[in-house]
C-alpha cells in the first residue's frame, strides 16, 4: 500500500486523551469508518495480504473486531466466526478467562465454530498490549484449527503486544503509532 | 432470492431454547456466518436489495450488527457508523434510553457520524419488539439525515416489531419466523 493511502487512515484517526481513564490516548477509529474510501482501502489491503494464506475462517473479537472482520470474511468470501464477552453465545463454549490491568476478562467461542482443516485469520481493531489476543488464540487454539495469523487496523508499537504474539504467529497491522 | 437460498439461511439458524432466559426461541445465526456460502449471500443479497436506494452510510447497532453491517457498508461503498452501549463512544454523542420487558436500556451515536444529506441504512441482526430499533432510528433523526431505511437478517413476526418501525420505515428482512 502506498505511504500516501496509509497516511490518510492514520491522520483520519481521531485521538481521544485520557480515554478510558486518564493517562490514555484512545484511539478512534469511527473517523475513519465514517468515510468510504478509507473503509474500503482498510478491508482490500488486509484481504491482498491474506489471498493467497488460504484463510478459510475470519475470527473477530466483540466488538470493534466484528466491523472489518465481517467485511474481511464477505471479501476473502469465507465464514465469520464471533469471540464474544461471557454470556453472549447461547451454544456450547470454550471459554478463556485472562488478566488485564487491573482484575480479569473472560472471553468465549463455540465450540463447534472451527475445526482441524480451518486456516484462521484473528482479527481485532486494534493491538495494545496483546493480553485480549492471546486470549483469543488460546480459544483458536483449543478448537484444534491447522494454522493461525492475526491482523489489526491499529498497533500501539510502544507496548510491544506484537512481541507476546510472534512469533510463533504472524502479525500484520496497517497503522503504527 | 430464490426460495431455495432463503430456505439454506432459514435452515441453518439453530434455535436455542429457554436462552437468555426461559420461554425464549433464541435464534442463533452464528452457525450461518461460520458458512462462507451463506454469509455471502446475506450480504449480495442485501446489497441487491439497497443497490439503487442512494444509501451514503450503514449504521449498525453493537455487536451482531456490526457483523453483516461491515460487510454492507464494503459491499455499497458507503461509510460505517457504529451504535453503541453507553461509554464505549470517545467523542461527543447522541443519547437514547428506551424501556425493555424489564429495565430500561440506552443506546448512543457519534454527534459528528451523520450530517443531513446522508441516506442511511440501519442494520441489525434480528428484528423483535421493535424496541432497540426505534432508540436507533431516534438517535438517526437527532443527526438530521435524509432517509432512513431499516433492515434485519432474521425477523420475529409474531411480536410485530415491523408495525413500530413501517409505516414510516421501510422494512427488509432476509428471513420470516
Redesign the interface.
Known amino acids: 500500500m502506498s505511504d500516501f493511502l496509509i497516511h490518510s487512515i492514520k491522520d483520519s484517526i481521531?485521538n481521544?486523551p485520557d480515554?478510558?481513564v486518564k493517562g490514555v490516548q484512545?484511539k478512534?477509529i469511527?473517523?475513519v469508518?465514517?468515510?468510504?474510501e478509507l473503509?474500503?482501502m482498510i478491508?482490500d489491503q488486509m484481504a491482498a495480504h491474506y489471498a493467497n494464506m488460504g484463510i478459510?475462517?475470519i475470527v473477530?473479537i466483540?466488538?470493534?473486531g466484528?466491523?472489518?472482520?465481517?467485511?474481511l470474511?464477505?471479501?476473502l468470501?469465507?465464514?465469520?466466526?464471533?469471540v464474544?464477552k461471557p454470556?453472549?453465545?447461547?451454544?456450547e463454549t470454550y471459554t478463556k478467562k485472562y488478566d488485564l490491568e487491573y482484575g480479569t476478562d473472560t472471553l468465549e467461542i463455540?465450540r463447534?465454530?472451527l475445526h482441524d482443516q480451518d486456516v484462521v485469520l484473528l482479527h481485532d481493531d486494534l493491538l495494545a498490549t496483546g493480553g485480549t489476543s492471546l486470549a483469543a488464540i488460546d480459544l483458536v487454539k483449543q478448537s484444534g484449527v491447522k494454522k493461525i495469523f492475526v491482523s489489526f487496523i491499529v498497533e500501539l508499537d510502544f507496548l510491544k503486544g506484537r512481541n507476546r504474539l510472534c512469533p510463533p504467529y504472524e502479525v500484520f497491522s496497517l497503522v503504527h503509532f
Open positions: 481521531r481521544i480515554f478510558p484512545f478512534d469511527t473517523t469508518l465514517k468515510m468510504p473503509f474500503s478491508v478459510t475462517k473477530a466483540e466488538s470493534r466484528f466491523i472489518i472482520g465481517g467485511a470474511a464477505y471479501k468470501g469465507v465464514g465469520f466466526v464471533p464474544r454470556g453472549k453465545l447461547p451454544a463455540h463447534d465454530a
